[in-house]
């Protein structure tokens, strides 16, 4: 008997398991919650005229969905799951709240060219997808680790949309000009498309497209 | 005149999906059916055309700096505006619950119809979306408002079974293995949007 509990004890797992790897690494390719899942397009596309305001959107995503997934998970026994749509609401209601107020006091220009987007985290279906398919079943550390690796997985998608949106569109990342005077004089053109809400949509597209040569497992079957 | 300017760049300048890219999840994940396509277009119709107006009350008379003024004048610079989000996703989804159940009870046969979609459209950004621009337009009246709600349902009733249409009929055609399913859909909706932008600068 005490034989077994000691090799019980020098049996203890690595702080990080290749379990718990793959939650933070799938997101970011395989699984990746735009591009694959399909969660969470809602309020993503509109932020990503400029870098920056995607930057702020992500850190509010990342911040939204671990604290989301911690919660749900701490609570996920207590709630009756009649009515776990309307707490999962309330609870993500409340944590966005928080960070809109953040935002208000700390950034108010990027938070007026949020405008409702910030608002519309509530209802981003990644948050709410997330928290149905994982945080309600798993123990709080997973839950964590899933939250951090999606809200990467989001992150990255809409920065890279973001930062092709800005360069292309007007020649800038994150305020700074990158297509100098000298490429204007020899007769470069910003192109005005890019900046315009339809051009998003098929950049993700191409981004779906480039991912799934690579990956011929994720073609769907029409 | 003002609530057909409404109605019409509610539907047409800034349309839900092509403008705001909101109640894209559900827009993508059931629009593979027109048949199932349109009742999901109708259950945000009505749903858009409900909770809105309820919004805009609660907006006006509990929650905007200076609404609670009709309780009495000590209460008139109090701002309930911080509790804005918690209110209207609560409305919603308390509307939702109670529409779907005066649906099944007075209208079986609508039910069966919008019955599996009304749980789902508690979660749609184009509802909260709604609101939220509600909120920032600042209506001077109710009737407005719920114009702009209806016109914003209508909108995305267009898009999503336009797009179901089109779907319906590209799986005839020969489309590149990774670009089958989503990736075209993105790219028929880019192109919609585009198509969309032409109507911009309509004013009646």
Not at chain 1, 134 to 143: E, I, R, S, V, W
Request: aromatic share 10%; with cysteine; charged share 15%.
């Amino acid at each position: 008997m005490s034989t077994e509990t000691i090799a019980a004890v020098k049996e203890r797992k690595p702080l990080f398991t290749a379990k718990d790897r793959k939650l933070i690494t799938d997101p970011l390719d395989d699984d990746n919650p735009i591009t694959v899942q399909v969660l969470g397009i809602c309020s993503a596309l509109a932020v990503t005229v400029q870098v920056k305001p995607a930057l702020f959107m992500s850190m509010g995503v990342l911040f939204v969905l671990i604290m989301g997934n911690l919660v749900v998970s701490l609570i996920r026994n207590l709630i009756p799951s009649r009515v776990r749509i309307i707490v999962q609401l309330v609870i993500v209601a409340a944590l966005v709240t928080v960070v809109d107020q953040v935002l208000k006091a700390y950034a108010y220009d990027v938070s007026k060219e949020l405008s409702v987007f910030v608002g519309l985290i509530i209802t981003n279906c990644i948050v709410m997808g997330r928290l149905e398919a994982f945080a309600l079943a798993n123990k709080p550390g997973p839950a964590i680790l899933d939250g951090i690796g999606n809200g990467l997985g989001y992150s990255f998608i809409l920065l890279l949309v973001a930062v092709v949106r800005e360069l292309f569109g007007s020649g800038t990342i994150l305020g700074f000009p990158i297509i100098g005077e000298w490429a204007l004089n020899l007769g470069y053109k910003h192109n005005g498309l890019f900046v315009l809400p339809p051009m998003a949509l098929v950049i993700v597209g191409v981004i779906i497209w480039v991912q799934r040569s690579r990956n011929q497992k994720l073609i769907e079957a029409n | 005149m003002e609530l057909v300017n409404i109605f019409i760049r509610s539907i047409f300048i800034e349309n839900m999906i092509f403008a705001y890219f909101l109640g894209m999840c559900s827009y993508l994940a059931v629009s593979k059916k027109v048949n199932t396509a349109v009742g999901l277009g109708m259950a945000v119709i009505f749903v858009l055309g409900v909770t809105i107006p309820i919004n805009y009350l609660l907006e006006n008379y509990l929650l905007k700096a200076g609404a609670l003024s009709w309780l009495g004048p000590d209460l008139a610079d109090v701002n309930l505006g911080f509790l804005s989000f918690i209110m209207f996703i609560a409305v919603i989804a308390a509307v939702v619950q109670l529409v779907e159940m005066a649906v099944e009870k007075f209208s079986p046969t609508l039910y069966s119809a919008l019955g599996i979609f009304l749980p789902l459209i508690a979660v749609n950004c184009s509802i909260l979306g709604g609101a939220l621009f509600m909120q920032e337009k600042d209506f001077p009246n109710i009737g407005q408002a719920t114009v702009y709600g209806l016109g914003s349902g209508v909108g995305w009733f267009i898009a999503i079974v336009a797009i179901a249409a089109i779907r319906e009929k590209i799986r005839y055609s020969n489309v590149p293995g990774p670009l089958r399913g989503l990736g075209m859909a993105f790219i028929i909706t880019g192109l919609m949007g585009i198509a969309f932008l032409s109507f911009s600068g309509i004013k009646l």
